[in-house]
């Protein structure tokens, strides 16, 4: 069965520092990789996705992430934060097709002045 | 693109009462999905329609859940008899599929949040 796994419940950083959200799946095939990112009381808006090609893949609002298959890892990262990027991150994986996304539980990023 | 609609976006309602939320999902995607989110967790799949047909259901959806999509546009989610533990964010998303194991990606709206007293 497939899973994903977000390790960092909730993570603080300061405004201008670099950001690493960490995001481990299991999936029996070549997965298809999401993150999403959603503000309270918000449905979930997505910020970028792996499907083929290129392992690091660029998103919406400066995030990107890269697919490492030998750790089984999509971890996501933007160099410089800002205090609009308060909110809950989740990490999802898909079969794709007719087939729902599995969610991580979410990271909440919570960013200081 | 007007996305993904939802309403209500919010609904209180006493025990033992039935719901019902409607979607409306982009105009022109052919997949519907529902997802429950509770507290401090991520979405959780419900069913999922492609077109009019409902093709998968989750073991989340008890007998007392049940959805609709009745022309492929918009879809209803209904709850009867709702306990507390239905207390949750309710989202939609919709997609565009290809057929077979596209890589579709899913949009979603911004829920209806129920609240069950």
């Known amino acids: 069965a497939q899973s994903v796994t977000q390790p960092d419940i909730h993570i603080t950083v300061s405004e201008g520092a670099s950001l690493e959200l960490r995001c481990n799946y299991s999936y029996g095939a070549t997965p298809y990789l999401f993150w999403y990112v959603q503000s309270p009381g918000q449905g979930l808006q997505l910020l970028l996705k792996y499907f083929s090609g290129d392992t690091l893949v660029q998103g919406i609002k400066g995030f990107e992430a890269e697919f490492k298959r030998s750790q089984s890892s999509f971890n996501l990262r933007k160099p410089s934060v800002h205090w609009s990027d308060a909110a809950e991150y989740f990490c999802a994986v898909g079969p794709g097709g007719r087939r729902a996304l599995t969610f991580g539980s979410g990271t909440r990023l919570q960013v200081q002045p | 693109d007007t996305g993904v609609s939802q309403n209500p976006r919010h609904k209180i309602t006493k025990r033992g009462q039935n719901v019902t939320f409607r979607c409306d999902p982009i105009?022109?995607?052919?997949?519907l999905y529902w997802y429950r989110q509770t507290l401090g967790q991520g979405p959780e799949f419900l069913t999922y329609?492609?077109?009019?047909?409902?093709?998968?259901k989750s073991r989340l959806l008890s007998d007392r859940f049940s959805a609709e999509r009745p022309k492929g546009s918009f879809s209803t989610l209904e709850i009867q008899r709702t306990e507390q533990g239905d207390s949750a964010m309710y989202l939609c998303?919709?997609?565009?599929?290809?057929?077979?194991?596209?890589?579709?990606?899913?949009?979603f709206g911004p829920g209806t949040r129920l609240t069950v007293l």
């Open positions: 329609f492609q077109n009019e047909a409902q093709l998968e």
């Open positions: 105009s022109e995607h052919n997949r």
């Open positions: 998303a919709s997609s565009l599929g290809r057929g077979g194991r596209s890589a579709d990606t899913q949009y």
